[in-house]
């Protein structure tokens, strides 16, 4: 439950719909399941299985299995990044927060109410965009701190059924309208020539990333709690995929027959939830509940992913430093909001950090965890992939894991992510040359200076030692 409440958020509720609006439906639907099945499920299965092979974080999986020194800044790339993309990602539960709000005080029922104007007056109010996006970190912080059991999987347990009882309210009235089918249609009659498009292909993978967190040191982090014998082939690949693609699919159909059935454009983009969906919900019976039920279920998917998230940080924070975890969750919260203050104020730069890290970002941090278990995690790079398979993958598993996943995770996963960033700069360093070439050139930076920084560290840690010796 947790892992699907930490896999399952505004990538599924928000990001989902949209992009599939901008990309055609059905046929952009088709190739997104096929490649979270494909990558993203043999690439989970892998990166929970580094954590409770290690019982450790980003940081300290990386040292188990590539020693002290260097390169274990890989895992501190991971770190970096997963703080990174929580910075701009705390602003957008903020929204949330903001429109769970007024879904509560009715304002989509006044008289005279616009959409555009409410989104518009929000994103221009630092007052309101930097204190939703304070009280966002400040909630997560503060269920953090109550650990593990009592703050994590106390949370999820009740607010992830309370999400898919909302979105499932949602769905089935919007199924009901009238013109929903139109809708239906849309999700489910492929358009072959947007399948045969390369962005196509790129733009699913990467929502396949995002929706499921594969890279973020999610799945290591809460692997490092499982016990040896708890199964990850089922529990952190299979079971956490289905609850993402459920969720997924919920939101589509609470979306997109809505927003047929009231001759809305499909297309809208990221306002597609914030801006268009508004305007569904005061043309239905009982409109007030379902936007209630909508936002807040909108909410409680963000907001346990923004828990799984920062734990990241706080894991690894906790392991690394003297720091008890109060003082890390403290600590990793105020890097996050002093991180996330320039994307809460401006949605221009929350873009260009989407842009920078989703692009770059996100896939060299999963081609590290990846590498990691398929040619360095066990006895000899040869041997790797198999002994890593049938020693720890189908140890106590309710399903059978065939070499296919060793050949995924070896062969296919790091060239894709290669392929991804060659893709992302070519295509893009003609229309924005500034914003592409940053990009490559942060991520070379925070690579080359996290492997640095942990070879410096070692060396003068070994210093100390042989000199207090």
Known sequence: MAMVGAMVGSGNIWRLPYITGE??????????????????VPGLMAETMLGRYTGRGVIGSFRSILGEGRWEGFGLVVLIVNIALMSYYAPVVGWILYYVGHSLLGTFFQPGFAAQQLWTAFAASPVLTLGTHTLAVALIGGVLLFGIRDGIERTVKWMFPALVIALLAVAIR?????????????????????????????????????????????????????????????GGGLFTAVGNTSIGLLALFAVFPAVFAFGLEPAAGSNLTFI??????????????????????????????????????????????????????????????LLGLPSAYSAEFLGL??????????????????????????????????????????????????????????YLIPPIM????????????????????????????????????????????????????
């Open 353 to 410: 950090m989407d842009f920078m890290f989703g692009n770059w970002g996100l896939p060299v941090a999963t081609l590290a965890i990846i590498v990691v278990v398929g040619w360095k995690m066990g006895p000899g790079w040869l041997l790797t992939p198999e002994w890593v398979r049938l020693t720890e993958l189908n140890r106590n598993s309710d399903i059978y894991v065939g070499r296919w996943w060793s050949l995924i995770v070896q």
């Open 276 to 337: 268009t969906l508004v305007q569904v919900f005061p043309k239905m019976a009982g409109g007030p509940i379902w936007a209630i039920l909508f936002f807040l279920g909108f909410f409680f998917a963000a907001f346990t992913s923004g828990l799984a998230i920062t734990e990241v940080g706080v894991t690894t924070v906790q392991e690394e430093t003297r720091l008890s975890r109060k003082q890390s969750v403290l600590g990793v919260s105020l890097a996050i909001w």
């Open 23 to 40: 990309n055609g439906g059905g046929g952009f639907l088709l190739v997104y399941l096929f490649l979270l099945y494909l990558i993203a």
């Open 418 to 469: 290669l392929a991804i960033m060659v893709y992302f700069v070519v295509s893009n360093i003609g229309q924005q040359p500034i914003e592409t070439a940053g990009g490559v050139v942060l991520v070379g930076i925070i690579l080359v200076a996290s492997l640095v920084i942990m070879s410096a560290t070692r060396q003068r840690g070994a210093s100390q030692t042989l000199g207090g010796d």
């Open 174 to 234: 919007s199924l009901t309208l009238s013109g929903a089918t139109a809708g239906l249609a849309f999700l489910f009659t492929p358009d072959w020539n947007s399948v045969t498009r390369p962005s196509t292909w790129i733009t699913a993978l990467g929502q396949a990333l995002f929706s499921t967190g594969l890279g973020w040191g999610i799945a290591v982090t809460y692997g490092s709690y499982l016990r040896k014998h708890d199964d990850v082939a089922l």
